[in-house]
């Protein structure tokens, strides 16, 4: 066997995909498959409104260099789903091929989609690239979270990964888009961190949805600034109105208890005014 062969190789092919059809009291399962790494768990229903809690996950402890794993979720029309993560994403050090993650989620009529996962912590000299790409039929709603460390920061180890990019795309059923690209290489190019350098925590949150009333969107800007502004010279952050109908949230913290305080407060805010629905407790374990 050639070197190059044995290269081709290097790495997992691990794919995750999920249909979700709503009935008369809740949003079910219709159809789901997996390979390594990914498990596959049955959604929970933590509350009494049909929501499908669903678990992305990833027993085998980590990403390495050479892993491409996918992602596939559809919501048929009236659907309401929350994914998330029952542990951080770990991506480990890689001497040249990247970890690949890509993820796409189709959103039906008058669906709900909110896509919380936990925080990706690029360790020192990882490479990872990830894509995320929401389709959105009319009267649909997404939330969508995405939030990185700087490193294993108990360790020291701040902005020392090798690379690290990121692409959000939400596209609406009118033609327009809301996309967010950006490309970190701290040692090559130094630049590219910039200020976040002295933040050991980023964040983007969407909120996107063309049946949400005008004035349920003026309440909730400001209920997000006024949430970024409690915890002064400890986050840092902004709203503001992309082409879609909608907000988008970016922010910096200096602390993983800070990070997780203002999300858990922003997702409460806007489970509240978008659904009149509670933030339950996901029990992670």
Request: proline fraction near 6%.
């Amino acid at each position: 066997m050639s070197d190059s062969s044995v290269i081709d190789t290097v790495g997992r092919r691990g794919a995750l995909a999920y249909e979700f059809e709503g009935s008369s009291s809740r949003t079910v399962l219709t159809r789901s498959s997996c390979t390594s790494p990914w498990h596959h768990f049955p959604p929970s229903y933590l509350d009494d409104s049909g929501c499908a809690f669903t678990w992305l996950v990833n027993p085998s402890g980590g990403l390495v260099g050479g892993d491409h794993l996918s992602v596939e979720a559809q919501l048929h029309a009236r659907t309401h789903v929350f994914m998330t993560s029952p542990s951080a994403n770990r991506v480990y050090r890689s001497l040249s091929e990247p970890v690949l993650q890509e993820i796409r989620l189709s959103v039906g009529a008058d669906a709900r989609l909110e896509w919380v996962p936990e925080i990706t912590i690029p360790f020192a000299g990882s490479r990872f690239r990830q894509s995320i790409h929401v389709d959105l039929a009319p009267g649909a709603t997404v939330v969508l979270w995405d939030a990185m460390a700087s490193g294993r920061v108990a360790r020291h180890e701040r902005w020392a990964f090798a690379s690290l990019e990121n692409e959000i795309c939400i596209s609406g059923s009118l033609g327009k888009s809301v996309a967010e690209r950006y490309r970190l290489v701290p040692g090559l190019l130094p630049e590219s961190v910039g200020l976040v350098g002295s933040w050991d925590y980023v964040a983007s949150l969407f909120i996107i949805g063309d049946a949400v009333e005008t004035e349920v969107w003026e309440r909730l800007d400001e209920m997000l600034a006024t949430i970024l502004e409690q915890r002064p010279g400890l986050v840092l952050g902004a709203v503001s109105t992309p082409a879609l109908s909608g907000l988008v949230v970016k922010l910096v913290a200096r602390s993983a208890p800070d990070l997780t305080a203002v999300q858990e407060a922003m997702w409460t805010a806007i489970r509240k005014e978008l659904w009149g629905l509670p933030a339950p407790n996901l029990r992670r374990y």
